[in-house]
């Protein structure tokens, strides 16, 4: 619908100017406003027609498919978002249950939702603009998880979101696994600042910033931190209130926070803020691992075969965590 447009306009522009230098999303808007993209319908579906688009997005005239890929699944999530969860009546988008609902339909929709592996899925926090040794760092813990056949979800930019993925394709590589998955979950708030790198083979655009957070932790099996800002503080916060959830006490879930040999002071400061704040029961929710990328490998795989062995004592879902 009309109403979308403008929507869907936006993170179309986020898409296809995809490793931009820049992060501030007004000079993106500014620079490309004369931008427009034009759905017509066709017999076997519909045609994205581009005007006055981002030139990297193409070579010799012809759009990068990674792009062309993402800039249709942003077009299914806003239509889907729009269609079945918005406007449908289907979910009380004010109570937690039906958020939840939501959530699931959303990634079902996407094709995101495997139900027919074992759980291997490592989501990766961290900030979009570290230094170059936190980004190397980044890069050994993805190699370490792609070593051992674990898939890689972020928040789909650039440097902590990007580094594990870039990471996992090697150890991925070496391993010979040719379906790894590189998942990119993201939001129309933050997907200019942040819009999906190219490793990203599967993205999905939550409709906010709530709903992101809430998908990354449903679809995980574990998670790993690395060094960020106030985002990745918020992150941690939000999973500790979930964790602490008398509700949830008896479930494994692996959390890691982890960095270079630099970054140390850092997680002591999170450390005693936590400490501080929320008592030593916190902590325990969390592990700190520095400099040891292979040490992270190995305690996601620990922790998640501790997750597997629950959800199939429970008979929950291996790919989405109902339970929490």
């Given at each position: 619908s009309?109403?979308?447009?403008p929507?869907?306009?936006q993170?179309?522009?986020?898409v296809?100017?995809s490793?931009?230098?820049?992060d501030n999303a007004?000079?993106?808007f500014?620079r490309y406003?004369d931008f427009?993209?034009?759905?017509k319908?066709?017999?076997w579906?519909i045609?994205?027609?581009?005007?006055?688009?981002?030139?990297?997005a193409f070579v010799d005239?012809q759009?990068i498919r990674?792009?062309k890929e993402?800039?249709f699944?942003v077009l299914?999530?806003?239509?889907f978002?729009?269609n079945e969860?918005?406007d449908?009546?289907r979910?009380?988008?004010?109570?937690?249950?039906?958020?939840?609902?939501a959530v699931f339909?959303i990634l079902?929709?996407?094709?995101?939702?495997?139900?027919?592996?074992?759980?291997?899925?490592?989501?990766?926090w961290?900030?979009h603009s570290?230094?170059?040794e936190?980004?190397?760092?980044?890069?050994r813990?993805?190699?370490e998880?792609?070593?051992?056949g674990l898939?890689?979800?972020?928040g789909?930019?650039p440097g902590?979101?990007?580094?594990?993925m870039?990471?996992a394709t090697?150890?991925h590589?070496?391993?010979r696994?040719?379906?790894?998955?590189y998942i990119?979950?993201t939001?129309?708030?933050?997907i200019?600042?942040?819009p999906?790198?190219?490793?990203v083979n599967h993205?999905?655009i939550m409709?906010d910033?709530?709903k992101?957070?809430e998908?990354f932790?449903r679809?995980?099996?574990?998670?790993v931190?690395?060094?960020?800002?106030?985002?990745?503080i918020?992150e941690?916060?939000?999973?500790l209130?979930i964790?602490?959830?008398?509700?949830n006490r008896?479930?494994p879930?692996?959390?890691v926070?982890t960095g270079?040999?630099s970054?140390?002071?850092?997680?002591?400061q999170?450390?005693?803020?936590?400490?501080?704040t929320?008592?030593?029961?916190?902590?325990e929710c969390?592990?700190?691992?520095i400099?040891d990328p292979a040490?992270v490998?190995?305690?996601?795989?620990?922790g998640?075969?501790?997750?597997?062995d629950f959800?199939?004592?429970h008979k929950?879902a291996?790919?989405?965590?109902?339970?929490?």
């Amino acid at each position: 619908s009309a109403g979308w447009y403008p929507l869907f306009r936006q993170c179309a522009l986020a898409v296809l100017n995809s490793g931009a230098e820049t992060d501030n999303a007004k000079e993106i808007f500014d620079r490309y406003r004369d931008f427009e993209v034009r759905i017509k319908r066709q017999p076997w579906g519909i045609h994205l027609e581009m005007h006055h688009a981002p030139g990297t997005a193409f070579v010799d005239g012809q759009m990068i498919r990674g792009i062309k890929e993402h800039l249709f699944a942003v077009l299914r999530d806003i239509v889907f978002t729009s269609n079945e969860v918005m406007d449908a009546g289907r979910f009380d988008l004010t109570d937690s249950g039906s958020i939840t609902n939501a959530v699931f339909h959303i990634l079902r929709n996407a094709q995101l939702l495997e139900f027919n592996t074992h759980p291997n899925l490592v989501v990766c926090w961290g900030g979009h603009s570290i230094g170059n040794e936190e980004y190397k760092y980044s890069k050994r813990v993805g190699y370490e998880l792609g070593l051992r056949g674990l898939d890689v979800c972020t928040g789909c930019g650039p440097g902590a979101m990007k580094g594990p993925m870039k990471g996992a394709t090697i150890g991925h590589a070496k391993q010979r696994i040719e379906r790894g998955r590189y998942i990119g979950i993201t939001e129309p708030g933050i997907i200019a600042a942040e819009p999906p790198n190219p490793i990203v083979n599967h993205l999905v655009i939550m409709p906010d910033i709530e709903k992101r957070l809430e998908a990354f932790v449903r679809f995980a099996h574990g998670i790993v931190v690395l060094p960020g800002g106030v985002g990745t503080i918020e992150e941690i916060l939000y999973l500790l209130g979930i964790l602490l959830d008398p509700a949830n006490r008896e479930q494994p879930f692996p959390v890691v926070l982890t960095g270079p040999r630099s970054s140390a002071a850092y997680f002591e400061q999170i450390r005693h803020f936590i400490r501080g704040t929320l008592g030593e029961t916190a902590l325990e929710c969390l592990s700190i691992v520095i400099d040891d990328p292979a040490e992270v490998g190995r305690h996601m795989v620990r922790g998640i075969e501790a997750v597997r062995d629950f959800r199939r004592r429970h008979k929950d879902a291996y790919n989405f965590n109902w339970q929490s």
